[in-house]
């Protein structure tokens, strides 16, 4: 797997309780995988914009894009449009970034595979409309129990 590559990007939207929100999963083309880091956290920022939603905790597993987003390193000139752009949606609401494990973002993971491979988009707003194995590994978070990767 080289980088560019089909990408997509994926997110769930959480509740203080567990409970769903939202979730996306959208194809972002050939691109590579920063980029479509950059662009699922602009996604995910928009969509929680757009819900009403002005105090987000977002949780990344990508150390580059936390680490950018805090300013702890300057983002490469090539990701200066979607910077921009995350930049103006900051204005609309308080954003706080973590960086998690991988395993830790197994939902988020499914959407993103989901997406590279069918190149849509979709949005969730029901538990029940998830895609099967993103449903699962829902509920496991929900459980509290950590979600389990292949290898």
Not at 45 to 64: T, V
Not at 67 to 86: E, L, V
Not at 125 to 151: A, C, N, W
Request: proline fraction near 5%; hydrophobic fraction near 40%.
């Amino acid at each position: 797997m080289g980088n560019p590559r089909p990408a997509g990007g994926g997110g769930i939207g959480w509740d203080a309780s567990g409970g769903l929100l939202f979730a996306f999963s959208h194809g972002y083309g050939t691109t590579t995988n920063n980029k479509a880091e950059l662009r699922a956290l602009h996604d995910a920022m928009k969509i929680s914009i757009c819900r009403g939603y002005n105090r987000i905790f977002l949780e990344f597993d990508s150390k580059c894009m936390v680490n950018a987003f805090i300013g702890k390193s300057s983002p490469t000139w090539k990701w200066r449009y979607w910077w921009t752009r995350i930049r103006a949606l900051r204005i609309g609401g308080t954003f706080l970034i973590f960086r998690v494990p991988r395993e830790v973002n197994g939902p988020a993971d499914e959407l993103a595979k989901a997406a590279t491979t069918s190149q849509l988009n979709f949005m969730y707003l029901s538990p029940s409309k998830l895609p099967i194995r993103v449903k699962g590994l829902y509920r496991l978070d929900q459980l509290g129990f950590g979600s389990v990767r292949e290898t």
